[in-house]
């Protein structure tokens, strides 16, 4: 047993030693143009907690399907031979994950790190990123402060934001007709923070916020809340609960027999995932925002089925966010023949992109915000489902430049 | 008025489906003196034994609501059979950490192979919709789950108090040496009523399918609203246990009705009051406190 552990040790030992041979003397060699002569692309993430199935393990391996891409494309053309894809689990902590970054930064030599679900673990990657001055590109964090007071030269912010959600739904709901509404937010950062932008959007949209109740977070029984939410009789209930909680409510929403009353339900933050657990049958009708959707025409699609060959599910807009992310970054150093940050940074600065996540998408060089087309979904009913995950019918497209924050209002100072 | 009757009514509800779940956890405790910190897992897995149950073998609900607790009783007297009755004449802390373990390996155990975003349930059709008396309107779920409690706390109480089984079961605990020395097998009985308690979480868990979001952290929140029902009841006191969930289930339902970020807090505030003036709970024994 000791020999043959031997022999395969010796074994790994001497294919490792080929393979950096190869990375410092093929083609793309590129004396001293990149770091360790490889480029280094780290998913930190949440691999076991509540956000494990919209981003985790499925968002490192899209990040694994835009590299083998990348390479393919490229082939002895490309800059660089070797490009590895590390991963790390967050755990939903920011202390963890600013350990973790550091970590990936120094240690694991990461170029680029992306993701980073949890907006305040996102803020704490932010800040690891400006001090090491290494690339961060947020995809499935949703705090707008990292455009904002929070925001620096290294990090850029990719799929949505809380603005935006509030600006998709809470407009596009009220100027649909759903005027009158009543807001049940979680009491914790995120949901004060969407509470507070989907006050302001559906008011700029000539509609009235009724009241707006605190729950505890997290919480099992939303019965009453809806019932006193209801006395008011608004057109529309706009949850801002996630994951589990958000389950909940839907369900006692449905048991309380609201839709039947004429009272809608519209979502701050939901993802496919949420609706493929709790099924079709129990989200009827329900409306959210969504920054991407894999059924939207034969482009997603066609990306959305190689990922299901790879995962076996379709993806969430996390997951595609993240292979967007990673390619147009691979793209840059491609260009620039560099890993070095700051020249990727320039590269990436005001640069219009359209690929089959960001459409008409811009990366705006003052605050990092990266803007493109979102969406105002809608769950079909049962009978229109032809597939399974064909849950959304994507009932209004919101243009890059009305969906997020204006630059007029973004209070980023991005200095140096 | 109608709305205080309204919620008063939703508290009910609320509060039989807590005692429900208590209820377990009180038997237990009254007759092994085990800690039963699993129990919120064990609530969970019968949620998700229903589901899958659902979703595999098409076992709608009635028939979870028999099957999954015969199933977990028999995952109870393994339970018991294996760990527990090892260290039962031990510090009731292995015991406590013995559960404590057991809830972190069945919540893993259960993202392992179902994910973390939780699994759909089908309401069973006949109890879709709502009932309205006068201006109180309550989903028929809710009156379902209401109804159903009470008569399973009913049956329990009675098989404990006014059964040959029940009474033997008493004796046992109360008085091991004596009725040992009356020719009963003291033993015999712990197994089965901890199979018993065991069943009974898991029959909440599919009571709760339905209506709340079956995730394999489902037991995690719900477990500690479960131990304040049973302190405030007094610990093993099966009357204190139902009376105590419901008296949690009103005054979170009025608490979320008038002070809605605090609704949570004061079960908490409710336990301390009870505590401070009767530290064993309000059917508790003195021992046990």
Same mark, same amino acid.
């Given at each position: 047993?000791?020999?043959?552990? =031997?022999?395969?040790?010796?074994?790994?030992?001497?294919?490792?030693?080929?393979?950096?041979?190869?990375?410092?003397?093929?083609?793309?060699?590129a004396?001293?143009?990149?770091?360790?002569?490889?480029?280094?692309?780290?998913?930190?993430?949440?691999?076991?907690?509540?956000?494990?199935?919209?981003?985790?393990?499925?968002?490192?391996?899209?990040?694994?399907?835009?590299?083998?891409?990348?390479?393919?494309?490229?082939?002895?053309?490309a800059?660089?031979?070797?490009?590895?894809?590390?991963?790390?689990?967050?755990?939903?902590?920011?202390?963890?994950?600013?350990?973790?970054?550091?970590?990936?930064?120094?240690?694991?030599?990461?170029?680029?790190?992306?993701?980073?679900?949890?907006?305040?673990?996102?803020?704490a990657?932010?800040?690891?990123?400006a001090?090491?001055?290494?690339?961060?590109? !947020?995809?499935s964090?949703?705090?707008?402060? =990292?455009?904002?007071?929070?925001?620096?030269?290294?990090?850029?912010?990719?799929a949505?934001?809380?603005?935006? =959600?509030?600006?998709?739904?809470?407009?596009?709901?009220t100027?649909?007709?759903?005027?009158?509404?009543?807001?049940?937010?979680?009491?914790?950062?995120?949901?004060?923070d969407?509470?507070? !932008?989907?006050?302001?959007?559906?008011?700029?949209?000539?509609?009235?916020?009724?009241?707006?109740?605190?729950?505890?977070?997290?919480?099992?029984n939303?019965?009453?809340?809806?019932?006193?939410?209801?006395?008011?009789?608004?057109?529309?209930?706009?949850?801002?609960?996630?994951?589990?909680?958000l389950i909940?409510?839907?369900?006692?929403?449905?048991?309380?027999?609201?839709?039947?009353?004429?009272?809608?339900?519209?979502?701050?933050?939901?993802?496919?995932?949420?609706?493929?657990?709790?099924?079709?049958?129990?989200?009827?009708?329900v409306?959210f925002?969504?920054?991407?959707?894999? !059924?939207?025409d034969?482009? !997603?699609?066609?990306?959305?089925?190689?990922?299901?060959?790879?995962t076996?599910?379709?993806?969430?807009?996390?997951?595609?966010?993240?292979?967007?992310?990673?390619?147009?970054?691979?793209e840059?150093?491609?260009?620039?023949?560099?890993d070095?940050?700051?020249?990727?940074?320039?590269?990436?600065?005001?640069?219009?992109?359209?690929?089959?996540?960001?459409?008409?998408?811009?990366?705006?060089?003052?605050?990092?915000r990266?803007?493109?087309?979102?969406?105002?979904?809608?769950?079909?009913?049962?009978?229109?489902?032809?597939?399974?995950?064909?849950?959304?019918?994507?009932?209004?497209?919101?243009?890059?430049?009305?969906?997020?924050?204006?630059?007029?209002?973004?209070?980023?100072?991005?200095?140096? | 008025?109608?709305?205080?009757?309204?919620y008063?009514?939703?508290?009910?509800?609320?509060?039989?489906?807590?005692?429900?779940?208590?209820?377990?956890?009180?038997?237990?405790?009254?007759?092994?003196?085990?800690?039963?910190?699993?129990?919120?897992?064990?609530?969970?897995?019968?949620?998700?034994?229903?589901?899958v149950?659902?979703?595999?073998?098409?076992?709608?609900?009635?028939?979870?609501?028999i099957?999954?607790?015969?199933?977990?009783?028999?995952?109870?007297?393994?339970?018991?059979?294996?760990?527990?009755?090892?260290?039962?004449?031990?510090?009731?802390?292995?015991?406590?950490?013995?559960?404590?373990?057991?809830?972190?390996?069945?919540?893993d155990?259960?993202?392992? /192979?179902?994910?973390?975003?939780?699994?759909?349930?089908?309401?069973?059709?006949?109890?879709?919709? /709502?009932?309205?008396?006068?201006?109180?309107?309550?989903?028929?779920?809710?009156v379902?789950?209401?109804?159903?409690?009470?008569?399973?706390?009913?049956?329990?109480?009675?098989?404990?108090?006014?059964?040959?089984?029940?009474m033997?079961?008493?004796?046992?605990?109360?008085?091991?040496?004596?009725?040992?020395?009356?020719?009963?097998?003291?033993?015999?009985?712990?197994?089965?009523?901890?199979?018993?308690?065991?069943?009974?979480?898991?029959?909440?868990?599919?009571?709760?399918?339905?209506?709340?979001?079956?995730?394999?952290d489902?037991?995690?929140?719900?477990?500690?609203?479960?131990?304040?029902?049973?302190?405030?009841?007094?610990?093993?006191?099966?009357?204190?246990?139902?009376?105590?969930?419901?008296?949690?289930?009103?005054?979170?339902?009025?608490?979320?009705a008038?002070?809605?970020?605090?609704? /949570?807090i004061?079960?908490?505030?409710?336990?301390?009051?009870?505590?401070?003036?009767?530290?064993?709970?309000?059917?508790?024994?003195?021992?046990?406190?």
């Open positions: 047993m000791s020999t043959k552990r =031997l022999v395969m040790t010796a074994a790994a030992a001497a294919g490792a030693l080929t393979l950096s041979a190869c990375g410092s003397g093929g083609p793309g060699g004396d001293g143009e990149f770091t360790d002569d490889k480029v280094v692309l780290a998913v930190l993430n949440d691999a076991s907690g509540v956000y494990k199935d919209v981003s985790g393990p499925n968002s490192v391996k899209a990040v694994e399907m835009a590299v083998a891409d990348f390479q393919e494309k490229y082939g002895d053309e800059v660089v031979d070797t490009i590895e894809v590390t991963s790390a689990d967050h755990q939903n902590k920011p202390d963890v994950a600013n350990t973790q970054a550091q970590a990936l930064y120094d240690r694991e030599m990461a170029d680029i790190i992306l993701d980073v679900p949890t907006s305040s673990a996102a803020l990657v932010a800040t690891q990123a001090e090491k001055k290494k690339l961060y590109i !947020n995809i964090g949703g705090t707008t402060e =990292l455009t904002n007071a929070q925001c620096n030269k290294y990090t850029f912010h990719w949505y934001d809380t603005y935006q =959600l509030a600006q998709t739904t809470g407009t596009a709901v100027e649909g007709g759903g005027t009158d509404w009543q807001i049940i937010y979680p009491d914790y950062a995120f949901g004060q969407m509470n507070k !932008n989907f006050t302001a959007a559906i008011e700029a949209a000539g509609g009235t916020v009724g009241g707006s109740i605190a729950t505890p977070f997290p919480n099992d939303f019965s009453t809340f809806l019932t006193r939410a209801a006395a008011e009789d608004p057109d529309i209930i706009g949850t801002m609960q996630a994951g589990g909680d909940n409510l839907v369900k006692q929403y449905n048991e309380a027999g609201l839709k039947d009353q004429g009272i809608g339900l519209a979502v701050g933050l939901m993802f496919i995932t949420d609706i493929h657990s709790l099924g079709v049958e129990e989200m009827e009708g409306q925002a969504d920054a991407w959707y894999w !059924n939207f034969d482009e !997603n699609r066609e990306w959305a089925d190689r990922f299901m060959e790879e076996g599910v379709r993806p969430s807009f996390a997951n595609a966010g993240n292979y967007s992310a990673a390619m147009n970054y691979l840059a150093i491609q260009e620039e023949g560099t070095d940050a700051d020249t990727i940074v320039a590269h990436l600065e005001g640069k219009e992109i359209d690929d089959f996540f960001l459409r008409n998408g811009k990366v705006r060089a003052e605050d990092h990266v803007i493109h087309d979102v969406y105002l979904a809608q769950v079909k009913a049962p009978g229109d489902v032809e597939e399974d995950w064909d849950y959304q019918e994507i009932i209004a497209t919101i243009p890059a430049e009305d969906a997020f924050m204006p630059l007029e209002q973004s209070t980023c100072e991005m200095g140096d | 008025m109608n709305e205080i009757l309204q008063t009514v939703q508290g009910l509800a609320a509060g039989s489906f807590y005692a429900l779940a208590a209820l377990g956890l009180a038997v237990i405790f009254g007759v092994l003196g085990v800690v039963n910190f699993a129990h919120g897992a064990v609530y969970m897995l019968g949620a998700v034994t229903a589901a149950l659902l979703d595999t073998l098409g076992v709608n609900f009635w028939l979870a609501l099957v999954v607790p015969v199933l977990l009783f028999i995952f109870g007297v393994l339970l018991e059979r294996v760990f527990i009755s090892r260290l039962i004449a031990l510090d009731p802390l292995y015991n406590f950490l013995l559960t404590f373990g057991l809830t972190l390996l069945l919540v155990l259960v993202k392992r /192979q179902y994910g973390v975003s939780g699994l759909p349930y089908t309401r069973p059709e006949m109890l879709s919709g /709502q009932l309205q008396v006068g201006e109180i309107r309550l989903p028929t779920f809710q379902f789950v209401l109804v159903f409690s009470v008569l399973v706390c009913l049956a329990v109480w009675l098989l404990l108090t006014r059964t040959k089984i029940g033997i079961v008493r004796a046992s605990t109360e008085k091991a040496e004596l009725t040992r020395a009356l020719g009963v097998d003291v033993n015999k009985w712990v197994t089965p009523v901890f199979g018993f308690g065991i069943a009974l979480a898991g029959l909440a868990g599919v009571l709760a399918a339905p209506f709340r979001a079956i995730t394999a489902m037991g995690s929140s719900f477990i500690i609203i479960l131990f304040a029902v049973v302190v405030i009841g007094g610990l093993g006191s099966i009357l204190g246990a139902v009376v105590a969930g419901f008296l949690v289930g009103l005054v979170e339902v009025f608490g979320q008038y002070a809605p970020a605090l609704s /949570q004061v079960i908490f505030i409710l336990m301390a009051l009870v505590i401070l003036l009767r530290p064993a709970g309000l059917f508790g024994k003195e021992e046990h406190a």
